[in-house]
Every structure is written in structure tokens, then in C-alpha cells.
């Protein structure tokens, strides 16, 4: 798994968007106990900090130390740094794995692999994230130019994987349908210029020009979208039962 994310964990933490509890609530009507989730490729916890309001206990795992210096802080979720592909954690052991926003990075063959030792039979496994959100028609046009032209030679061959709204990736579970879920929030002008700077394409355009690619459509940005918007990111989806 790529570690792209842990020289900017404090941004990451304060300007990603939060998922639904409508999606937790889904989750968790789906697994069978409530025993044990692991959240994986956990970041700042985010999902994890979610999770614990529906189980006894979640671990969550990340290989960036530095984002789990940021993580939620709550007594029944346990962090540690493990890779996604191989873990500590025994077999046969959680009723519910959930992926947020890093499926894409990891090692498909050897993470499911791992995901089925661990998983109990006929447990749930979870992935989800988001693509390009959605605001007026003005910045959603400048975004796109931003996305495609400026920084879109900057872009991780992964992320043709949320473009495609993980429906590309292999995914040899037992698949369940599952709603829609929107992530609809009112942004501040900052939030929205925060969250840009925490993509991966705008660090590396960063790091070969030493110059923030941001910059070059800030003006145009706050012009269309003012001081608060609203901001829509579609949650990509796909949830399977252990059958083994």
C-alpha cells in the first residue's frame, strides 16, 4: 500500500468529508452480531469513530503512524499500524470490515485473502469512498478543469478505480445491494481550498514544481463559490457476506 498521506495528516483530519450514519446504520443492520468491525486503511479514524457506536469494539489499522496520531479517540476502538494484506488479528474473528477512501491502494489478491481469514462466516465486508463532488455549475466546471488539466498528470493510476466508482475492482464476495448515499454538506470557502490541498495530485505538482496548483484557480473559485456552498460527493459503494 502506498503511504501518500501521512506528510499532511493534521489537513487530512480537519477538511475530508464525513460519511452518512445512515450508511453505519445500513452496516450494521446487515451483520449478524455486533461484536467486533475492523476498519481498514483507518487514516484518522474517521470511519472508526463511526463504527464505535454500533460495536463492542473496533481495531483500526493504518500504515501511516502519522495519521494515527490524528485518529478519534474513543474507549472501545484499538489502533495499530498494519499493513491491509497481513494482519495480527486472528481468524474467524470480526463480523464486519469496512474500507474508507483506500481500497484502491491496496494489494487486491493478498487483501481479500487476508479479509476472508478474518472475517466470520457470513460476515459483511464494506467498501466505500467518493469521487469528484458536486457544487453550482460554475465551480463544478472549474474543478474539472483543475482535476483534468492541471493536476491530472500528477493523478495515482489508482484513482481510475474511484473514477469508475469502484466498480473495476475485483470484489469476490457474496455482493449485496445497497442504497444510494449522498454526502451533502455546506462547505466554507476555506474547507472547500483545505480539501483540495489535501489530494495526493496537488501534493506531487507541489513537490516537482514547488509551487500549490491551487493557486492558479483560487480567485476563480471564491468568485463562483462564495463564502459557503454547498458541496455533494455521491459515496461509491459496494458491500459482500463472507460465504466461506
Keep these: 500500500m502506498k503511504d501518500l498521506f501521512s506528510s499532511y495528516s493534521d489537513d487530512y483530519s480537519r477538511y475530508r468529508p464525513t460519511y452518512p450514519v445512515e450508511l453505519f446504520n445500513f452496516l450494521r443492520k446487515l451483520c449478524r452480531s455486533g461484536e467486533r ?16 457506536m454500533f460495536f463492542e469494539q473496533v481495531n483500526a489499522t493504518d500504515i501511516s503512524i502519522h495519521q494515527l496520531g490524528q485518529a478519534v479517540q474513543k ?20 463480523d464486519l470490515v469496512t474500507v474508507g477512501q483506500a481500497v484502491h491502494w491496496f494489494d487486491f489478491e493478498k487483501f481479500y485473502t487476508e479479509v476472508k481469514r478474518v472475517l466470520k462466516k ?56 445497497a442504497p444510494a448515499f449522498e454526502m451533502k454538506q455546506q462547505w466554507s470557502f476555506e474547507r472547500l481550498i483545505g480539501y483540495l490541498n489535501t489530494w495526493s495530485a496537488v501534493k ?23 463564502e459557503v456552498g454547498e458541496i455533494d460527493f455521491p459515496v461509491l459503494l459496494r458491500v459482500g457476506r463472507n460465504s466461506e
Design 37 to 52: 468491525a475492523w476498519d481498514c486503511g483507518t487514516g484518522n479514524g474517521q470511519v472508526a469513530g463511526e463504527l464505535a
Design 75 to 94: 474507549s472501545n476502538i484499538q489502533y495499530s499500524k498494519q499493513p491491509a494484506e497481513k494482519t495480527a488479528f486472528p481468524g474467524d474473528h470480526f
Design 122 to 177: 457470513d460476515a459483511v465486508i464494506s467498501i466505500f469512498g467518493y469521487s469528484l463532488f458536486k457544487s453550482n455549475s460554475e465551480t463544478d466546471q472549474i474543478i474539472r478543469h483543475f482535476y483534468n488539466n492541471i493536476i491530472g498528470p500528477y493523478r495515482s493510476p489508482e484513482r481510475c478505480f474511484l473514477e469508475d466508482k469502484y466498480n473495476t475492482i475485483p470484489f469476490p464476495f457474496e455482493e449485496i445491494e
Design 204 to 226: 506531487a505538482y507541489e513537490k516537482e514544481k514547488n509551487a500549490n496548483p491551487v493557486e492558479l484557480v483560487r480567485e476563480e473559485l471564491q468568485e463562483s463559490f462564495g
